[in-house]
């Protein structure tokens, strides 16, 4: 497991550079359910994602959570290096949705790519000019969807990321997920399993209508 075979620009970065993140970076292999960032004072360092998938999220006052991002193989979590960043103005957490691996470069190693490497610079912003997108998007999502429509996403997306349909959600994760009461989630589900859209059981949901969840998304 090589770092040179993850790292998106590594081509571009001068050799006395890739020796120094060869050097620098560690790999470590996570637990399910293992939050690496919470807050904008935790600085774990800029993480690359070997396998597995992490989920980035917001918490709100009363404690609601919800989803902005997903990481997936080979993506950069540019927020567990966010005390290199001093724009950013809100505290995400994030933590792992099934065991993963990563590389992790430290901080100030980081910063140094950063000052001295026009290419990784420009990576960056373009993965943070990316990440933006991804949240206005949620935002329009949050604003202009109803909230069935939203659901259907979500159910499609969450059967396309693990290849299945039969997912092993709770509604209460729904509810993070999608930034509302677990009450809500529940009574959708119902009406979804009622129009035979899905099938409930205890903490799973299957999908038997993929179509028509299509539809509702649309």
Known sequence: MQLFEYFPIWDQLSSDWQKRLEQAAAYREIPKGTVIHSGELDCLGLVLVVRGRLRA????????EITIYRLLERDFCLFSASCMMKNIQFEVTVETETEAAVWIIPPSVFKGLM??????????????????SEVVWLMEQIMWKSFDSRLASFLLEESSLEESERLKLTHEKIADHLGTAREVVTRMLRYFQGEGLVRLSRGTVEILDREGLEKLAE
Not at 118 to 127: D, F, G, I, K, T
């Open 57 to 64: 999220y917001i918490v709100s006052e009363d404690g609601r």
């Open 115 to 132: 000052e001295e490497s026009a290419a990784a610079a420009n990576y960056v912003n373009q993965l943070m000019a990316g990440r933006f």
